[in-house]
């Protein structure tokens, strides 16, 4: 393509150019704590090493002195070669947007401890723990440090780079087992009672092993009743995991005062596969498919995520009408996702079948289009580092792809979307049930790093299409949507706004498909086998329908696969407000508290 | 006024209410809207009114060409009186390699002398593990293995029929031509020229090697579905 169809933007670097909040946080940092900050020097790698013990004192003045106030991801790191681990946190600013300040604490293998951040960011409650899962590590003064993705009782730390898995073939794949000389199996004829467990040598269960759930009630509050008069027990009961309510296979553990909640806390990891695991023995391109099981209402975002991890890592750049059918892609999914997660919490609210019926007709043409496009409904494995996979296809339904796409952004979509507004807006049982329920105060909302619709609903206008653009979304004319009251009804609010949002982007993008039409849509000659051309780590994050995504990718010179791999996943962080939110509410409430969240369990579960 | 929120939402109901008649009305004249292939394809399309049910199994949804249902392998079309043609798959292993289940097992064939031959002699998809993602039929070379619309895989016991060997995989390219006759076609065309880009190195030793490897580019673009 040789017509520039873009101008370049106008920021371009100048000599005397101005530091970007990170850059400037970083170098104030490193003034105010000089004794135990030093800068990352390996190769590929940025951000700064935090002597482990100041962690909390680093990141208060992080928080407190510098704006940067909202700890987006915390993740661990095996260092296997050096006998090391390390925490990898990253920082962000609400305020003044940009890229991240990254942290990471660095301590002895054999003894991983450090202090946990809980008193200063709650939203690294379910992180640390996730961390301690995979990891082990020690997080000193965290209030609930218990395994949250695998069960009580689990033998090892499985992200450790010395864990295998019960019939453990190879480090990576591809398998020598498969090719040249191929003789099937599967893998259940190779482990023990044909499940995917290993027993320790010599185990002879005794019965008492299945005692282990009560450190979850242990954690729960039981205040004794003040109130003079009727003294009343507390009641604890379990919400799920098997229960329509709960969107999947997820369990609430609520201490109920009559019907009103004191102490809920989320029980989750059913739908655990350890998928960071899988990731670590995939090549970098086999991940793509994986990632779309993620967040399965929403794969092509979760693609796009992934890719702009890799391509940041592989120094990929990817042409401009694969950056417009991104956009176009992405934009669909979350129209896809928002009507589908409004009528689950319409659903939730008592609104049975009908909205999310009416919701559903149209999202199926989303969904159609994509099936044209990728060859698959929802797993659509679309995006390819520096690409798409396919050009848009011919005809969808019958119907040209153009005047499909044009039929569907100026007629259906913005009908339905209206249709629901009269359905449901004004509806005043939704209003009795919704407002003023599940609130959640905007430092709250920071404060446990909650991301997407529910922080924005909470009036926090934080969008990462705004604060840190990637593809072409800071050539595009939108508004952050935000409201303010951050209860249900306002993240049902911010839902409708957000899909009048993606319209207006998608109206932008339909003349710039046209433009390009038969240009290239990838990069590089695709291969099967990409190799990093340089070792080193990328955090590409993404504004997911349900917050913000992000991949954290390292590597090592020429290898194949991704040394580590681990996913931010929103649905899992927003799940840390959901205890807070449902606190002094009725069970009925819970139910739509949960699903005014919108989560998506094999995100959370991952 | 309290209560008008509720009313106006029964409005919208009583309007999809209303509306699936009129639709019905609209086609009474045409055949009806059920059972018939026009009625049918406007219902799917933005376009559709009224109820949007399908009745499967009686009613099913056009798969659009891309679709990918679990791979088959691509013979050539048997020549009459045999069941099967020759195979193309030459046992490379890239869609081994590329598979990120790892659900396909090769065995390569053997030349009487022991040296390996571009022939597979065993080859197992284990469509239990099989996420139909599509990266093999995407990255193999020789068109061998494509992604099926067979979607009705549904079988009483999965120990024994969810491994599908060589026989049960391979499906003549005719078949391929029907499901995916646009992407066919552009496979044809593009194979055609990496044959041509072939004889003319042969024919010029060293020489024109710049327009084969500019003629493999376009071909990868064939398969990326630039040009169908």
Redesign the interface.
């Given at each position: 393509m040789s017509d520039i169809i873009l101008e370049p933007t106008a920021d371009a670097p100048g000599p005397d150019v101005e530091l970007t909040p990170a850059q400037e946080a970083t170098a104030k940092l490193k003034e105010l704590h000089p004794n135990v900050l030093s800068d990352d020097t390996r190769e590929g790698y940025e951000g700064m090493i935090v002597y482990a013990d100041s962690i909390t004192e680093v990141a208060k003045t992080l928080r407190d002195d510098l704006g940067f106030n909202y700890l987006s991801s915390v993740t661990g790191v095996d260092l296997i070669e050096e006998g090391k681990m390390e925490v990898v946190y990253h920082f962000y600013s609400i305020d003044r947007g940009g890229g991240p300040v990254v942290l990471k604490a660095q301590v002895n293998r054999d003894e991983p401890v450090l202090p946990s951040l809980v008193s200063i960011f709650p939203g690294a409650d379910f992180q640390e723990r996730e961390a301690y899962d995979m990891y082990g590590f020690n997080f000193l003064g965290h209030p609930d440090l218990r395994r949250i993705l695998t069960w009580d009782g689990f033998a090892g730390h499985p992200l450790r780079k010395d864990w295998k898995e019960p019939f453990f073939e190879e480090e990576f794949k591809p398998y020598g087992s498969r090719w040249p000389d191929g003789q099937v199996f599967r893998v259940e004829e190779k482990t023990p009672y044909g499940k995917n467990v290993q027993y320790p040598p010599g185990w002879a269960p005794t019965g008492e092993e299945y005692d282990i759930e009560t450190d979850v009630y242990l954690g729960l509050t039981y205040s004794r009743d003040a109130t003079p008069g009727l003294k009343t027990d507390k009641v604890t009961v379990n919400l799920g995991p098997q229960h329509p309510s709960t969107h999947g296979v997820f369990r609430m553990v609520v201490t109920l005062d009559g019907e009103t909640i004191v102490d809920l806390k989320p029980v989750v990891g059913y739908l655990h596969r350890n998928h960071e695991k899988i990731g670590e023995r995939n090549t970098f391109i086999m991940n793509m498919p994986y990632t779309d099981r993620l967040d399965y209402l929403s794969s092509m975002s979760n693609n796009l995520g992934y890719a702009l991890a890799v391509e940041k890592l592989f120094d990929l750049t990817v042409p401009e009408r694969a950056e417009w059918i991104r956009i176009l892609m992405v934009e669909l999914t979350r129209i896809a996702n928002h009507l589908w997660a409004l009528g689950f919490l319409l659903n939730d609210l008592g609104a049975l079948q009908t909205p999310m019926l009416y919701y559903y007709l149209e999202r199926e043409l989303i969904v159609d289009f994509f099936e044209a496009a990728s060859g698959s409904r929802m797993m659509c494995n679309y995006m390819r580092f520096s690409g798409v996979a396919y050009d848009l296809p011919d005809d969808v339904r019958g119907m040209p792809t153009m005047k499909f796409l044009e039929e569907l952004i100026y007629n259906n979509l913005p009908r339905a979307i209206d249709q629901g507004d009269d359905l449901m807006t004004g509806n005043e049982i939704v209003r009795a049930r919704a407002i003023g329920v599940g609130v959640l105060t905007p430092e709250d909302a920071i404060a446990m790093s909650t991301a997407g619709p529910v922080l924005r609903a909470s009036g926090v206008p934080y969008d990462i299409r705004r604060a840190e653009p990637y593809s072409y979304y800071d050539h595009l004319d939108f508004d952050v949507a935000v409201r303010y009251n951050g209860d249900i009804y306002d993240r049902y609010l911010i839902r409708v706004d957000e899909m009048r949002q993606s319209l207006r982007i998608l109206q932008q993008v339909l003349p710039y498909l046209k433009q390009t039409e038969g240009a290239p849509i990838f990069g590089d000659k695709p291969q099967y086998a990409q190799r990093a051309p340089r070792s080193g780590e990328s955090y590409g994050r993404v504004e997911n329908p349900k917050g913000e995504l992000g991949y954290y990718v390292t590597a090592k010179r020429r290898s194949g696969n991704p040394e580590r791999y681990h996913v931010r996943a929103p649905s899992f962080i927003n799940l840390t407000a959901l205890g807070p939110m449902a606190k002094g509410h009725k069970v009925a409430d819970v139910v739509a508290i949960l699903g005014s969240i919108d989560i998506v369990l094999g995100e959370v579960d991952r | 006024m309290?209560?008008?929120?509720?009313v106006?939402?029964l409005?919208?109901?009583i309007n999809?209410f209303i509306g699936s008649y009129i639709d019905d009305l609209r086609w009474a004249g045409k055949g009806g809207r059920y059972y018939n292939e026009e009625a049918f394809?406007v219902r799917?399309?933005?376009?559709g009114e009224g109820v949007?049910t399908v009745f499967y199994p009686e009613e099913k949804l056009?798969t659009?060409?891309?679709?990918?249902f679990v791979p088959f392998l691509v013979t050539d079309d048997p020549p009459p009186g045999q069941r099967w043609g020759h195979d193309w798959c030459t046992?490379c292993?890239?869609c081994?390699?590329?598979?990120?289940a790892?659900c396909?097992?090769?065995?390569?064939a053997k030349q009487p002398n022991g040296r390996?031959k571009s022939q597979p002699e065993?080859f197992?998809i284990?469509i239990d593990m099989c996420?139909?993602?599509?990266?093999c039929a995407?990255?193999c070379p020789f068109d061998a293995i494509k992604?099926d619309h067979d979607y009705e895989l549904a079988s009483y016991d999965r120990s024994t029929a969810h491994?599908h060997d060589k026989e049960r995989l391979s499906k003549p390219l005719s078949y391929w031509r029907e499901i995916s006759p646009?992407k066919a076609e552009a496979e044809d065309i593009a194979r055609k020229w990496a044959e041509a880009a072939k004889t003319k190195k042969r024919d010029k030793d060293g020489e024109g090697r710049e327009d084969r490897i500019a003629e493999v580019?376009a071909r990868?673009?064939y398969y990326?579905?630039?040009y169908?």
């Open positions: - | 309290y209560g008008f929120g509720i106006k939402g409005g919208v109901v999809h394809n799917q399309s933005p376009l949007k056009s659009p060409e891309r679709f990918r046992a292993g890239i081994v390699k590329v598979c990120p790892q396909i097992w090769i065995e390569r390996p065993k197992f284990d996420m139909n993602c599509g990266l995407e990255f992604m491994i646009k580019a990868q673009l990326k579905g630039l169908y």
